[in-house]
């Protein structure tokens, strides 16, 4: 009725399991092609927008603001080395994360940030745009 089929071993899925028990399995999905976690929160006068960037400094990130879209860029570059000529090991990091915000009705000019222990705050005030232009419609 069922035939079995065999399982055989891949050295695709000896490869995997064998890098899971090894450190750079952890290490290598830690910063490298992961985004950085962000939360951003609206008031009635400004936008409110919180990024964790750990082990970034602030001399690598960079912000721009244009055509409504707020860009955070940051860069890692992580050189470990051992400074004996009988090194056993010898590693290096490197990764660039860019993620985008689209926020219409922001003040340009009174975009604010600060960077303290790995988290990045910005606070970008709304423009006084009156919502006269907008109308209840009422459904029948």
Avoid: C, W
Wanted: proline content about 2%; glycine content about 2%; charged content about 25%.
């Amino acid at each position: 009725m069922f035939d079995l089929i065999p399982f055989r071993k891949s050295a695709y899925f000896h490869q995997f399991i064998n890098s899971f028990f090894d450190e750079n399995f952890v290490n290598s999905t830690n910063f490298l092609g992961n985004n950085f976690n962000v939360d951003l929160k609206e008031t009635d006068t400004e936008y409110i927008l919180q990024a964790t960037l750990p082990g970034i400094k602030k001399e690598a990130i960079e912000l721009t603001y244009n055509n409504n879209y707020l860009i955070i860029s940051a860069q890692k570059n992580d050189i470990v080395e051992n400074k004996n000529d009988n090194f056993i090991k010898r590693e290096r990091k490197y990764g660039r994360l860019s993620r985008s915000f689209y926020l219409d009705n922001v003040n340009k000019e009174n975009i604010k940030a600060s960077f303290n222990d790995g988290v990045l705050t910005i606070k970008l005030p709304k423009e006084n745009k009156s919502l006269s232009n907008f109308e209840k419609i009422y459904i029948e």
